[in-house]
Structures are given as structure tokens and as C-alpha cells.
């Protein structure tokens, strides 16, 4: 056992009471050090989340006011369509005027091994309801000899056909049937065709190969086509398509991404008898003028110079010794009609034209067409594009080629039936 003086006891006491408020202080700083650590973060914690809050508040305030005025739908609000805009496109042309199109077949007169008269199936095609009182409009070709027309619609109804008028020249019809009158009909309206462009997306709907309200797109490859149907009938200003077309889309509409009419859809030009790609339609500006004036009148009211008309070429040309070979010469003009008393003068020289089998007579030494309002004409297209859209009485300025000069003549359109021939035929 250790012994201590009291003067070491007072020491030894000191030195301990010193350590301990040492070691208290030491513990004291380190607790004071933790808290003010504690309440940093929380400050800091609370500062990020008011700064958060707050710029949320202002996102807010610009969802609330910006979005609304650019009516721009919330992320939440919006759905993703399972469509592209072309497939939208396309489906919202389809389902405005499929039931508006109607499957046309017809019955024709033929005759047996017996040499009997018996009713035949005829051909079939395409129309486009156009009035709710059942006004069909079609192309000629597609009632062709028809001894009965049959007309179906999208539901599956039919109704016999009637002719109410038709234009060769255009290869337009117009029909009519009569819908029970609890029967709402669907139609297709009438766009504007000097509006197309070329490259211009467009939607052919019809019934090809007895497929019925069948729909193909494609675009507008070529305007202002004049293209000849037959041996004596031009149409003038076709659209070219590439949308396909094949037997039995005849008559069906062709149209824009709105849904309006923009051409009939009437002839493709292809080797195998399908489609090729090269399918016209006739414009609806066109088609809507006919349209009148079969309803108004059962016929075309077209102007026409009455003339004997023949294409000029080299042959005829050299043969005559004349300087152009182009144009319309003037074989014969129609004793009092208007083209008389205007002064254009016909052939006096008959010559026979063509080959030895196949020959016609045609008069040399009358005047020679070049010009019609400005408009070049150097064939037979040209000629009849120029009246296409003429009138009866319109007044017209007429450029011949007479005794090696051009001249200018005015003269007065006649009117002639839609069904014969208007401008004779072409040689």
C-alpha cells in the first residue's frame, strides 16, 4: 500500500478534477458539432424542397396557361394512334364514300345457236351516287347495248337502271334509280380538277372483277391527256393515274385525300387487259358540265364548227403542194350553217384518200384550221379540245391557212345532238 502526503493528495485531486472538465468539454464540442451537422442537412433538405416546390408551382402555372392556349394535350390526355397519318388518311376517304359507289351490271340482247334473240349478261362497272334522289353518274361504255341495267348498293339492295342521258363524246352517263323512301343515300361531291397537280395523292374506289367497293391509291402522273377512246371519239384533258384500275372500276370516282371527286375513272392502257399502272379519268370539270346538261336537257348543248374535218399530214401535203402539214383542212362545210356564212371555205378538188381497200373522197383546195381563241391546232385532238368546252351561239376567232397566208375569221358555234357526230369524223 502506497502512502500519500497530503500536499500529493491536493495535487492528485486537482490534477483529476482538471482531466475530467477537459474530457466533459472535449464531449460537449463534439455533441454541439453532431447537432449543428443534423440541423445543416435538415436546412438544407428544406431548402431544396422549397426550391423544388417552387419550381413546380411554376411548371404548373405554364401547363395551366401556355398549354390550353396552343391546345396542346397533357402527356396523360394524349393516346398514340396505331395508324400512320397516310393509313388515317386513306381510311377516312373509305369509309366517307365506299357506300356513295354502286356495282353496275348490265343484260344484253344476243342471239343463240338457234338463232334466237336471248337476254345475256352484259358488262359491269362502277358509279357514284351523286344526288339523294338516286342520280348515278357513270361511263357510256359501261351501259353499252344494255337491254337492262341492275344497280347494287353497299348494303346489298339492287334496283333496275334507267338512262337518263349520255354524252359519247366524254364517255359520261348519268342514271337513275328509285330508293324506297326510308332509304338515306350516301354521295360523293364534286371537287374542283383545276386544282390538280401533278404528283398530287389520289383514291380510285370501284368494283373491279365483281370485287366490290374495292380501293387502290396511287397519284396523279400526267394532266391534260388527250386521249382517243375509239376510232371517232377523242376525250379531251384526261387525268393520268397511276392508282390501279382494272376491269370493272369503269365509272367509279377518283378522289382527292378530302374526299371529293376529282375524275371519272374510265380507260387504263395496258397489253394484258389489267392494270399497267396508266389508267385516265375524265376530269370533273368535265364531268360536272355534262352532268348539267344531261339532267337539264337529256343531252349535251356543245358548239361545233360544221365542217367536214381532215387530219392534214405530209402526204396530203406534198400531194396538194402546200407549205404546212399540220392543222384541220376543210373538206367540205355544211351548206347554211354558220361556218358558210363566215366565210370558211371547203376542198373543190375530190381526190381518193387512203388505202386501196379502205378509201375515202376528200375535197383539196379549202381552207386549212391552225387556230382556234389562240390555241395552236395541229390534229384532230387538238381541234376538238379547243370546242370541247365551247357552247352554241359562243363566238369564236378562227386562224385558217388560205392561199399561203393565215387569216383570222370569226364565226358563231352551232349546236348539234350529243349522239351524232359533231365535228364529223376524222380522216
Not at 401547363?63 to 400512320?84: C, F, H, M, R
Not at 378522289?255 to 376530269?283: E, K, Q
Request: net charge neutral; proline share 4%.
Amino acid at each position: 500500500m502506497k502512502l500519500y502526503s497530503k500536499q500529493q493528495m491536493i495535487k492528485n485531486t486537482l490534477t483529476g478534477i482538471l482531466a475530467g472538465a477537459v474530457f466533459a468539454s472535449a464531449a460537449v464540442f463534439a455533441i454541439q458539432k453532431n447537432l449543428k451537422s443534423e440541423n445543416s442537412e435538415k436546412t438544407g433538405q428544406t431548402q431544396t424542397e422549397n426550391v423544388q416546390s417552387q419550381q413546380n408551382s411554376e411548371k404548373a402555372e405554364f401547363v395551366e396557361e401556355v398549354l390550353p392556349q396552343k391546345n396542346i394535350a397533357t402527356p396523360a390526355a394524349s393516346t398514340v394512334s396505331q395508324y400512320t397519318q397516310d393509313e388515317e388518311q386513306n381510311i377516312f376517304v373509305y369509309e366517307k364514300c365506299n357506300e356513295a359507289v354502286v356495282n353496275i351490271t348490265t343484260q344484253v340482247m344476243g342471239i343463240n345457236w338457234f338463232l334466237e334473240p336471248v337476254v345475256q349478261d352484259g358488262g359491269s362497272g362502277s358509279g357514284s351516287i351523286i344526288d339523294k334522289r338516286g342520280y348515278v353518274v357513270t361511263n357510256v361504255h359501261v351501259i353499252s347495248k344494255a337491254n337492262k341495267i341492275n344497280i347494287s348498293l353497299a348494303d346489298g339492295t339492287s334496283y333496275p337502271g334507267t338512262v337518263i342521258g349520255k354524252d359519247i363524246e366524254s364517255d359520261i352517263a348519268v342514271l337513275k334509280f328509285d330508293p324506297p323512301e326510308n332509304i338515306k343515300l350516301k354521295t360523293i361531291d364534286f371537287g374542283d380538277s383545276s386544282e390538280l397537280k401533278v404528283g398530287q395523292k389520289v383514291i380510285a374506289i370501284g368494283n373491279p372483277f365483281a370485287l366490290e367497293r374495292t380501293m387502290t391509291t396511287g397519284i396523279i402522273s400526267g394532266l391534260g391527256r388527250p386521249i382517243q377512246e375509239s376510232a371517232n371519239v377523242i376525250i379531251r384533258n384526261m387525268i393520268q393515274t397511276d392508282a390501279a384500275i382494272n376491269p370493272g372500276n369503269s365509272g367509279g370516282p377518283l378522289l382527292d385525300t378530302r374526299g371529293r371527286m376529282v375524275g371519272i375513272n374510265t380507260m387504263i392502257i395496258s397489253n394484258s387487259g389489267s392494270s399497267a399502272g396508266i389508267g385516265f379519268a375524265v376530269p370533273v370539270s368535265t364531268a360536272q358540265r355534262v352532268v348539267n346538261d344531261l339532267l337539264k336537257y337529256g343531252k349535251v348543248r356543245r358548239g361545233t364548227i360544221q365542217i367536214s374535218p381532215v387530219q392534214m399530214t405530209s402526204s396530203i401535203a406534198q400531194y396538194a403542194g402546200l407549205k404546212i402539214n399540220y392543222g384541220i383542212l376543210v373538206s367540205q362545210v355544211k351548206e347554211g350553217s354558220s361556218a358558210e356564212k363566215a366565210g370558211i371555205l371547203g376542198g373543190t378538188k375530190p381526190v381518193q384518200y387512203g388505202s386501196r381497200f379502205n378509201s375515202s373522197t376528200i375535197y383539196l383546195g379549202g381552207d386549212i384550221i391552225t387556230g382556234i381563241d389562240g390555241i395552236n391546232i395541229r390534229t384532230y385532238a387538238d381541234y376538238t379540245s379547243a370546242l370541247e368546252s365551247k357552247k352554241p351561239n359562243d363566238t369564236v376567232t378562227v386562224t385558217v391557212f388560205r392561199n399561203g397566208n393565215f387569216e383570222k375569221i370569226k364565226l358563231v358555234l352551232d349546236g348539234i345532238d350529243t349522239d351524232s357526230e359533231p365535228n364529223g369524223t376524222p380522216l
